[in-house]
């Protein structure tokens, strides 16, 4: 296949996400993940020419992980790769764009670490890794935060001492920015508006969820703050909830900092009030069997939805259309009538059958003539990183 092929890598704690893209296909020619590594069960899930593959990796650290992908990433490439895009959740606020991996961005990274410490230290693994078995390849790092760097100060700062801020980086970031960036760029795309004049509202909704007012193809504003737990209701995060929440609880039922952070990450959102699960299908699912609690998540989920993105149109001059993405938001055709049910004043009418067309992958309008628009754009976050990679391997 001609054109210039880039790996995608998402790397975590103990799983390696992996893309091959080339930049003239739509389709990856690899993608998979490797997980549970460092445990005796860690295996390797991958498709290659749209079959799928499963193979113990035994004990496999990341770099292992890396060494059984090589051969895979040889042949899908035909030898030919031409660069590699590490996913890194938080470049703090010093990166506004992509960056080459040099030592000096690493260490920036590690710094930024007591901003996401689940997150960069579990990318850096893979970055080392990579780095190691790779050590010819321009390797570059694409952030989660940098999109949102455009944010003015009103929108992202707290209103909290200024030395917290000047002295401790205490600010809105801002996560999800290459979803939202490409995004963005595809509902332009489809509709024929160009990137820098159009106005728009993402809602990012899967696992984690986010909403983004983006103007001009820049974020001006977006549900996510410090760290990804502010703003949406999600999956087992609980998103906005009053800031005197935690000295509640450790009031009365004597939670240490740990034990409240982890109840709110983890055990909150769509499982907490479910009390069921925290993933939507399932909760959809239960809903139309009649069961209250997860018909009550469902409604929280859209209320505060449409209550986040009512408050993202502050920071828009119009609007020239509402786009949904993300597992939920490509899938849930319910979640997306229910949340337009909240905004009434957005003069929104849904064209139902389209709205229910438009599930696994479909894109299109589901808004009816004459109504804002509505969008469903599926998001690829590893396309966007390829395309931030490529450009900077032309500049
Ligand atoms: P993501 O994190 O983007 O992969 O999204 C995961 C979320 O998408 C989970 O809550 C899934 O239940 C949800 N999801 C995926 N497919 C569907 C579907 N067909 N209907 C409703 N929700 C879905």
Redesign the pocket.
């Known amino acids: 296949m001609s054109g210039r092929n880039i790996l995608v890598i998402n790397s975590g704690s103990s799983s390696v996400k992996f893309a091959l893209v080339n930049e003239n296909s739509d389709e990856f020619p690899l993608q998979g993940l490797a997980e549970r590594l460092g445990s005796d069960d860690a295996v390797l899930n991958w498709t290659f020419e749209g079959e799928k593959h499963v193979t113990s990796l035994h004990g496999a650290t990341h770099k292992e992980a890396f060494e059984r992908l090589l051969p895979m990433v040889q042949k899908a490439s035909h030898g030919s790769l031409h660069g590699i895009g590490h996913r890194i959740v938080h470049g703090g606020a010093h990166f506004t764009k992509a960056t080459q991996l040099r030592p000096d961005v690493i260490e920036v990274i590690e710094a930024a670490a007591v901003l996401a410490p689940l997150h960069n230290p579990a990318g850096l693994i893979g970055v080392q890794a990579s780095l190691e078995l790779y050590p010819d390849l321009p390797q570059f790092a694409v952030f989660d935060t940098a999109f949102h760097q455009t944010m003015p100060d009103h929108a992202f700062r707290y209103a909290v001492p200024e030395v917290l801020y000047t002295d401790h980086h205490v600010r809105r970031y801002g996560f999800h920015g290459t979803s939202h960036m490409y995004v963005s760029r595809k509902a332009a795309e489809i509709t024929n508006l160009p990137v820098e004049d159009s106005c728009w509202l993402i809602a990012h909704l899967?696992?984690?969820s986010s909403t983004c007012a983006v103007v001009n193809g820049e974020s001006r504003d977006t549900s996510m703050g410090l760290t990804p737990l502010e703003g949406l209701v999600m999956?087992t995060r609980s998103g906005d909830v009053d800031p005197s929440l935690a000295n509640h609880l450790n009031r009365t039922l004597g939670w240490d900092l740990a034990k409240i952070e982890t109840v709110l990450t983890k055990e909150s959102g769509l499982l907490g009030l479910s009390g069921l699960s925290?993933?939507?299908?399932?909760l959809?699912e239960a809903s139309a069997q009649g069961n209250e609690k997860a018909t009550l998540a469902i409604e929280v989920f859209c209320y505060r939805l449409a209550k986040s993105l009512a408050s993202m149109s502050c920071a828009l001059p119009r609007l020239d259309g509402l786009v949904f993405t993300?597992?939920?938001g490509e899938?849930?055709d319910i979640v997306r009538s229910k949340t337009i049910g909240y905004l009434p004043f957005f003069n929104i009418t849904l064209d139902e059958e389209a709205n229910q067309r438009c599930?696994?992958g479909v894109a299109g309008q589901i808004s009816a003539a004459n109504s804002t628009r509505v969008l469903v754009v599926p998001t690829n976050e590893e396309r966007q990183i390829a395309v931030e990679t490529l450009a900077l391997l032309d500049a």
Not at 278 to 282: E, G, I
């Open positions: 899967g696992n984690g999956g925290n993933d939507m299908r399932t959809l993300g597992g939920i899938n849930a599930v696994r």
